[in-house]
Structures are given as C-alpha cells and as structure tokens.
C-alpha cells in the first residue's frame, strides 16, 4: 500500500491498525456484513501533516487497533490533534499503556489494586522488596502479553532479574513490582464498551504455569457478570475515559475483586469464542452512536 491521506475519503468511520489480527478481522467483516462503511488503515502507510488547520479530521471517528503501543499512542495523538475522535483518546491510550501510572490512578479513585512497589536502581528495588515481601511479580511498566513478567521468590532470584535488566533498554531500569496475589489459578477479563460490561471470561492458567495468558497455554469460560464485576469495571472504564477497553480481575482470597490491568487496544477472540456476545458488531454500533452525537 502507499502513502494514506484519509482526509481526503468522504467516510466516516475508520478503523486503524497495523497488523491484521482476528479482532480486526472481525470489525471489518461484521461491518460489510451488516452494511456499514468502515475504511480500513494501515497505520505503517499513515502520513500526518501535523500543522494542517483544514479540520478536515473534524468528523472523523477513527478506532485504533494498532498493536505496537508506541506506534499506537503517537497516531492517536497525531490524529487527535488534527481534530479526529479516537476510540480510544490519547488520554486512555497514555494512562492504560503504563501499569504503574495506571496502577496509581486506579488506587486513588478508590480501586481494589494488588500492591504495589516501584523503585529505581537495583539497590532500591531489594530494599523495597524485603518490605513488600516474597514472593512478588515483576513487571515492565510498558508491555502486553506476559511479556518480561516474572515470579519472584526470593532476594536472590530479585538479585539476577535486576541484574539482567541493567543490560535491557533503559524503560527496564524501572521496577515495578506487585504482590504475589492469593486467588483461583484463573483471573476475570471483562470487555467494556460504553457504560456497559458486555461479556467476560474466567481465563485459566495452563498447567505448570501461574500466568493465565491464553498465548501460555490457559483456556478461557465464560463468567458471570455479577453487580461487583459490573461496578467495578464500569468504574475503572471511566476513570481512564475509555471507550473500549478490557478489565482484567483477580479474585483475591483477602480483599474480593482488585483490578490489575486495563487494557487501551484490547484483544477479545477468546471472548467472543466462549460467550457468544457479537462484540465486533457492538463495537461498530458504539461508533455510530457517537457519530450521531
């Protein structure tokens, strides 16, 4: 493909990636399949003038499916500044995309989170870890997939996670750590479009394994969406003004539902497989809306 203006197409509604996966997939089917214009583009094809005053992004609503979180959070923010309404805004794509500032965020508007410590050097880290307590999980502050993310056990397997980082790109200086949580050998993902939970699943970790990434292994059932399930994703949704987004929950054996993630450009292949729920559809009708607006 070469070089995009989407300015100049008369559409509407866009979807944007970079890399075609079934989630995208299903957006573009669903809307042929229903009758709906829906312009495709790749974003690695995207050219921004970024001191253009047309406006002539001004109608746009443009959903972002980028998979590279830095690729993603500077078209949003390019798009956004051109006039376009992202799903979802720079706002949500910046606060999401990093665990630790949205660990914060979630914490002081009165969200059950794990807890959590971060530090800046090696030294910090252990000091910070011996008060935390083992076993804990480290994670980078950017990054998707259970990638870099590890069970710590004691101080030293602390001592050679810290010591290999040193030699990583300097984002992996950054320690952040969470307590090791008490919970089912599964956790929740529930996908919220709007103001309204939608579908969610328990997601299983897969045998010898404690992560449950469906990539790792585990298998995914559908789950119940209680009141407490409800409120609290609802609730962490609108903290970070998403429109679309992915919760995911752990049901700790002390404190109840704590949130742990919520995701910007969240995958649902395993939630539309298990439960059913027509997600690509609801995704197409939450556009729509707001182009009414």
Not at 65 to 92: D, K, P, Q, W
Not at 252 to 260: I, M, P, Q, R, T
């Amino acid at each position: 493909m070469g070089t995009v203006n989407i300015g100049k197409d008369t559409s509407s509604l866009y979807i944007l990636f970079d890399n075609i996966r079934w989630e995208e997939k299903s957006i573009i089917e669903k809307a042929k399949e229903i009758g709906r214009e829906l312009k495709a583009i790749d974003c690695k094809d995207l050219v921004l003038f970024l001191n253009d005053s047309s406006n002539e992004f001004e109608d746009k609503i443009i959903l972002q499916r980028s998979v590279s979180y830095f690729r993603s959070l500077h078209s949003t923010g390019g798009l956004e500044g051109l006039g376009a309404r992202m799903i979802n805004s720079l706002y949500t794509a910046f606060m999401c995309g990093n665990k630790l500032i949205s660990h914060i965020e979630l914490h002081k508007n009165g969200i059950l989170t794990p807890k959590a410590i971060c530090a800046f050097t090696p030294e910090s880290s252990l000091r910070g870890l011996d008060k935390l307590g083992y076993p804990a999980v480290i994670k980078p502050t950017v990054g998707s997939w259970g990638r870099l993310i590890g069970l710590i056990n004691d101080k030293e397997g602390a001592k050679t996670v810290l010591e290999d980082r040193e030699h990583m790109f300097p984002i992996y200086h950054i320690s952040y750590f969470e307590e090791f949580v008490k919970r089912p050998p599964r956790d929740i993902r529930a996908i919220v479009i709007g103001e309204e939970v939608v579908a969610a699943i328990y997601r299983y970790s897969g045998d010898n394994e404690w992560k449950t990434n469906m990539a790792l292994g585990g298998h995914a059932l559908p789950c119940p969406i209680t009141k407490d399930i409800e409120d609290i994703c609802i609730r962490s949704a609108k903290i970070f003004k998403g429109d679309i987004v992915g919760v995911d929950l752990m049901e700790s054996e002390k404190y109840g539902l704590v949130v742990h993630e919520v995701n910007n450009t969240t995958e649902f292949k395993n939630t539309v497989k298990v439960t059913g729920v027509d997600i690509p559809k609801l995704i197409i009708n939450h556009m729509e809306n707001l182009l009414k607006k």
